[in-house]
């Protein structure tokens, strides 16, 4: 099962929970106050990986970058 980041609109609390898929998007209750209307986040994360000789290098994708790319790390980001 996927951990799902979310936010209370009542006390603007961001908490994690463990959930199957088919619940990701139903509302949340708040570890704080208790509301009911929990709203999933979109979670950004970093990922890793190391190449033959060991060195590590991050792994950019999907909204790290421009509009014109998803690699995060072409000549036009600025």
């Known amino acids: 099962m996927p951990i799902y980041e979310y936010c209370c609109p009542e006390c603007e609390t961001k908490f994690d929970l463990l959930r199957p898929f088919s619940q990701a998007d139903a509302p949340a209750v708040c570890p704080k106050c208790h509301h009911e209307g929990g709203r999933r986040l979109v979670s ?3 990922s890793f990986s190391k190449d033959s000789s060991g060195s590590t290098t991050p792994i950019s ?3 790290g970058g421009c ?3 998803s690699g995060g790390s072409c000549a036009t980001c600025h």
């Open 44 to 46: 950004a994360f970093a």
């Open 67 to 69: 509009s014109g790319c």
């Open 61 to 63: 994708g999907g909204g």
